[in-house]
T-cell receptor
């Protein structure tokens, strides 16, 4: 089944404790992206990747890192999480940025 | 001012009604997407269009590039259509997507 998976789905952590949210797709998509969704602000792009080893900043990259060592995986890293990073995070993939986007199920992160 | 504006923010309807959700944008775009987010949080892509009109079942999406405006229509609405509908645009000559804040639709039996 074609899908985008994210783990974990829910995470409660404390300020400063490094964490990684994994994202994996099995559709051989080249474009992958991370978004955060906050009430009243909608979805905002954090980072995106056009292909392996090619990543670029979205609109809200501060406090986040990503890597794209393999085509299927695009992990999101929070080196030192802060409470303002409490949010709902979505990973998405597509063949190209203008193509149909496939979203993961979301990761709800709470930073205390 | 947001580069992508949706209206209305909230919409309630009776089952069977014809529904229109609007999206206006202020930047040059390569493509526009309509997404649906169900109460459980999952997001699915409904349409991707760069011109004209697309139809899928009871859903119709149109775009007017000159007026920088798109509409999503739902014919014969049903309670299972209750969701948040999100418009997103691919800003021209970039690889980025910009999203509207969504329209929350509730359809009552």
């Amino acid at each position: 089944e074609a899908q985008v998976t994210q783990n974990p789905r829910y995470l409660i952590t404390v300020t400063g404790k490094k964490l990684t949210v994994t994202c994996s797709q099995n559709m051989n998509h080249e474009y992958m992206s991370w978004y955060r969704q906050d009430p009243g602000l909608g979805l905002r792009q954090i980072y995106y990747s056009m292909n392996v080893e090619v990543t670029d900043k979205g609109d809200v990259p501060e406090g986040y890192k990503v890597s794209r060592k393999e085509k299927r995986n695009f992990p999101l890293i929070l080196e030192s999480p802060s409470p303002n990073q409490t949010s709902l995070y979505f990973c998405a993939s597509s063949f190209d940025v203008g193509d149909t986007q496939y979203f993961g199920p979301g990761t709800r992160l709470t930073v205390l | 001012k947001n580069e992508v504006e949706q209206s209305p923010q909230n919409l309630t309807a009776q089952e069977g009604e014809f529904i229109t959700i609007n999206c206006s944008y202020s930047v040059g775009i390569s493509a526009l997407h309509w997404l649906q987010q169900h109460p459980g949080g999952g997001i699915v892509s409904l349409f991707m269009l760069s011109s004209g009109k697309k139809k899928h079942g009871r859903l119709i999406a149109t775009i007017n590039i000159q007026e920088k405006h798109s509409s999503l229509h739902i014919t014969a609405s049903h309670p299972r259509d209750s969701a948040v509908y999100i418009c997103a645009v691919e800003r021209y000559n970039t690889d980025k997507l910009i999203f509207g804040t969504g329209t929350r639709l509730q359809v009552f039996p």
